[in-house]
């Protein structure tokens, strides 16, 4: 593959709420198993771009974590692999990443360094599969200088927190918005580009040099009119989870069985860190309906239209409706739940009632667990 | 110079006859168990959780599904840079060429593999035992009692110990008699297969019996070593050990695991079971799905019933369909409204919908009676079985079976329907 992978999973959004508070967004679970990096780090490894480097500043302990090693998703190898560059300090500075376009700044060694002739830049936050390798084609036909990868959102979707895209009969971008709050098109950018790397390493440059830290604002936006830019419709799944709405709402998709389909059953698959845990179980009481249940879990109580993440143990005569249990928590006995995101590792004590309304309520009891 | 002071040798050459259509076209330590996991899961777990990093495992009978299992060891952490996994198959020399012809026989085909990491003690395991054990505390024990042999056995019921190869000790826990399978059992310590030699007495004994015909550890390498006055020493186990063996037993192994809380516990924080896992997404239980009591793999889309079973990885479970006390293995297709009592399908398998396995009477296989019986009905790996059939208890069914290969569209209890040819 002539290109190598930047993936943004630095950043925090206030949108995530208390969700945020102990993770990097990119170190999200996602439908299960997974993790929400997996879906960019998957895309990369089975379009064979072999180096990858990953930015990280925000809650970096729980994406090193899941990053731990380099083989569940093959990059750990000889030619290439995978890098991880946290902000650090050196001679001649002291900052933290003040911005995207300063995450790939203080790091522009790396890209210089490399051999490859473009870069693909992914965020972490993104749930899709997607061929970079027909996207790489694209780009060279178009003989375009930046590459943006642009889905259309139905009407009803909150586009305000969106890159807004509108593009000509050949898909070059003419008009490209950061989060406006009067979207002059449907077409939203997915935060995925591609771009040469030394037309990438001159544009980051300058932009530092002038004190513009932001890839979007002051890189693709500022010299839209001045670089050939095109957008590359997709009209697979995807989907953003930075907000708490649309993380409940992307993780529900998965009990669609085309969903499922599409993500678990058709080639390629998604690779993701390995747990070592055993097969679900499920015990006199437990009654499932319309739910995915991960494994390591144990349940005995009632699970409706709910996501039961890795390692979870539902108690007797639970009641859980629309909900989303995050990896390890313990319910007690007749804990009753509806339309909430339970925190991971959380232990609800026996008797619990909690509902989201017509919200979403995030649990976070921090109750001792007693280990017998 | 590389030191190793205890290596494993895993013995997972056999074929497992008495598993039937499972065994067919994989070695019996391949086979699945539990939901997830092949039985040498068990084994190569004890190793790494017993903090021995370098096993060598031989192999010979279907030897293609096991070595995509262990690969380079990465799931069991057995992937080093000095030792790790080895994968060990009959080889070709100068002069005389021979397939492993015994258990002793493969571990002296490959003493210089144990020889290169010079080792102070070599632990023989086998590939076909569920069990959790620390071979570490059985080390210990070993040195403790300036053993040559130790021996692991656990204590039987009295009126089963004709079943087994017992051993008589001494109060120190000296081995002074075998009895291999005796009427008059004069103990109730029955050998579990599993033993540490100490080096030297291991390569003296195998140099000394290496012109035995198919050459035994239990039959020819112990007896020398009592004979040779060498010290024997028997360490009790007290836990969970299981022979899965037959198809009887492996059916009830993994029934054990549904309890409320099994006497062999998948869930515990200590001692993990690993294994490679080919299969990520969670598990969807559609709103009509009903389970009960069962253990369910990663993968698994469940539309019917399922009660008291194990269900693997990516299997589907169709619309209406009922599984009763059966084990489904990874991938395999249970068709709409099949019902399945006390059935084992292995990897793949195809079950075609308002298919029952399972009815009629407990009558004995006609080919092989001591095989397929427990009144279990078996459908082999891939194998496809069409709509609207009916197959009775005590069968075995392999291949792409079709409509006409069932009279009355119905396979009575007791025959055999081998379209892949696998039943010799």
Redo the contacts between chains.
Sequence with gaps: MRAVGLILAGGNSYRMRELSNKRAIAAMPI????RSIDFALSSMSNSHIQKVAIFTQYNSRSLNEHLSSS?WWDFGRKQGGLFVFPPMQTADNGYWYRGTADAIHQNLDFLKDCHEPYVVIASGDGIYKLDFGKVLEYHIAKKADVTVICKDLTPEEDLTRFGILKMNEDSRIEQFDEKPMAAASHTVSCGIYVIRRRQLIELIERSVEEGRFDFVRDVLIRYKDVKRMYGYKIDTYWSNIASVESYFKTNMDF?KPEV?DY??RQYP????K?D?L???????G???????????S?INGYVENS???KKVFVGENCVIKNCIILNDVYLGDNVHLENCIVESHDTIRANTYHTGGDGIKIVDESSERYVI | MIKKEMIAMLLAGGQGSRLGVLTAKVAKPAVAFGGKYRIIDFPLSNCINSGIDTVGVLTQYQPLRLNTHIGIGIPWDLDRNVGGVTVLPPYEKVGKTEWYTGTANAIYQNLAYMESFNPDYVLILSGDHIYKMDYEVMLDYHKSHNADVTIAVMPVPQEEASRFGIVVTDEKGRITEFQEKPAQPKSNLASMGIYIFNWKSLKEALVTLSEQEGCDFGKHVIPYCFEQGQTLTAYEYHGYWKDVGTLGSYWEANMELIDIIPEFNLYEEFWKIYTKNEILPPQYISAEAQIHRSLIGDGTEVYGRVENSIIGSGVVVGKGAVVRDSIIMQGAVIGENAVLDRAIVAENAVIGARTQLGVGENIPNKVKPGVYSFGLTVIGENAQVPADVKIGKNTAVTGNTLPEDYPDGCLESGETLDKAGVVA
């Design positions: 439908a299960g198993s997974f083989k009990l499922r993500f678990f698959d998604v690779h993701s390995v070592d055993p097969p679900a179980k499920y015990n006199p437990a009654q499932v309906k319309n739910s995915l249940v991960s494994s390591g144990i996501l039961i993440f």
